[in-house]
């Protein structure tokens, strides 16, 4: 028989003062929204529903709260909005607007701060209001002389720092969309991405700074550019050294050279409409080439005005950080904090060189109010002993949010003991596909054990089991039932959305399918258990990763940890992969506290078949693990994009092992 399950917890572990919620942006939005529509709103729960039944209503009400800034917003909302499933006829949001999403970013133009970077410990910057504004004019002129004109690519191969932001607020005044990824991406994974969706500009840096070490860059973007015949010109920003010796190049040219014509003027903003393409992202692509996701200039613009204000509680002139690489969504989501008037704080680097203190030294010294990180990240500073409430003042800190994974409920005990007691916790999670969240933080409500607070506003999210029903209390797939305007506008060179409806419609009919395996709490909280399409199966039984990897990552030995179904005698059995303490060695003892710790809080048949050391566990460029490739591996079946991982070495540790053998 299972264990009895955790008793559930009957306090939140925060909860906001009474005199704050009642005047947070979400108390303010349920009273506009009362006025506006004659509703009566009292609480969340009544706003979500609200916001999702009526959703025409709720979508007009943001644009308005939010004062979006538009040369048009037209009379229609929403053409077909019961109509999810891409194709002619699916939903059309504001489809007579006409907006521009660098010109909402751009409102402030005043002295106050826009942009503060961090690059390891060599590098400092900052930009003012009116500074970036000219700098955004100046770059935009060079590139419209360069004859960039809406719908072409502007691609960045990039660090997280205010050039990348400046290129492509340039980039997307004008109607061009931009792409970018981390300058620790590989030629080949380049290649992959870009390749594809052929940019005419790109702008890359002549090296970057990780942990501790100079990473020139001369090489790689002489094999990039060699294959990327459609790029007229690569402008290239000194980084790490003051006049890089870009010969070697083809095509470069140095950006202060490519803009030294241009003196900064009132920019010309391009009024695109909502679903004009703005940014492309890729899908993490371990199993083939990259898809590449279109996404509109309305939809971001109205998803992340709607997250920050209210979900994020982001105010004028708040210090908002989020550790990102350029190759992630979460930083789209941070750059768009610039529309709310907030100050973007900007690291990049390796956030444990010189040690764990580095992002709260900067935190402290910055007094940043907004901290973003990965779930990850906080389990590693656990596990490190790390207390950041004893050395340093985060008394300006007031909201920590997470994703990447599931934030298991140890780290919520480790944050409110060790980082702040004081602070909204706000686990999130939603992803490339929809660049913006489906489950994240409500600053006005509870913060409970284990639980994202609540599904977003507008996002019509339930939980399915396996023949399409909505179920509440047990694991299920998480579906949004209704269009919202932050969907793709597309997938790149997908004309007939065949890529498209299947990456998400095929399960069940006109409905978003995730591929996150959830639970709806009584709390309407949420708790994620791992993908669905990682699930483990053992008997026919499902069986979330991440119920596995909260009670290993508690054994003291474990640094982290892999689990995979292994196809095994007509069944699967589970396969758990360990990265152990250094010097501690995998014996039976080791094997046999692991199991019972999963036996205890589990169930046995969470408990792994086999346990196995592991050297390294593949991670993609954004951090999370590839329980698919590693699967894949160990099945014998080729992985066919290597290049998108940070680490594609550590896979062939999973080849041939013996222990899966018998």
Known sequence: MPNTPETPPITPMWKPQEANANQSAMQAFMDFVSKQHGETIQNYDALWTFSVTKRENFWDSIRKFADLRASNWGEVVCLNPAQMTPGENAAQWFPQARLNYAENMLQRRDDGQALVFRGEDQVKSSYTWAELYDRVSVLAQALRHAGIEPGDRVAGYMPNMCETIIAMLAATSIGAVWSSCSPDFGVQGVLDRF???????????????????RHDMTAKLSAVMADLPSARHILVVPYTSENPDISTIPKAVMLADFTAPYSPAEIEFEQL??????????????????????????GTLIQHAKEHLLHSGIRPDDRVFYFTTCGWMMWNWLVSALGRGATVMLYDGSPF?????????????????????????IDALSKAGLKPCESHDLGALRAIASTGSPLGPESFDYVYRDIKADVHLASIAGGTDIISCFVLGNPAAPVWRGEIQCRGLGMAIEVFDDD???????????????????????????????????????????IWCHGDYIELTGHNGIIIHGRSDATLNPGGVRIGTAEIYRQVEQVEAVEESIVIGQDWDNDVRVVLFVRLRDGVI??????????????????????PARIIQIGDIPRTKSGKITELAVRDVVHGRAIKNKEALANPEALDLYIGLEELQN
Request: charged share 20%.
């Open 468 to 510: 399409g029903n909505p179920v509440r209390g047990v694991k299920g797939e998480m579906v949004c039932c209704a269009p919202f305007p932050s969907m793709p506008v597309g997938f790149w060179n997908d004309p007939d959305n065949a890529k498209y409806h299947a990456a998400y419609f095929e399960r069940f009919d006109n």
């Open 273 to 298: 409409a909502f679903d004009h393409p703005m940014f492309i992202m890729f899908s993490s692509g371990t199993t083939g080439v990259p898809k590449c996701i279109i996404h509109g200039v309305g």
């Open 195 to 213: 390749g594809q969706i052929e940019p005419k500009i790109l702008i890359s840096v002549d090296g970057y700074f990780y942990n501790g070490k």
């Open 586 to 607: 995998l014996d039976q003892d080791l094997q046999d506290r692991i199991r019972k710790q999963v036996r205890s809080n589990c169930t046995p048949r969470h408990v």
């Open 353 to 377: 060189y010189p040690d764990g203190n580095v992002l709260w030294d900067y935190a402290s010294e910055e007094k940043i109010n907004f901290f973003g990180t990965s779930a990850k990240y």
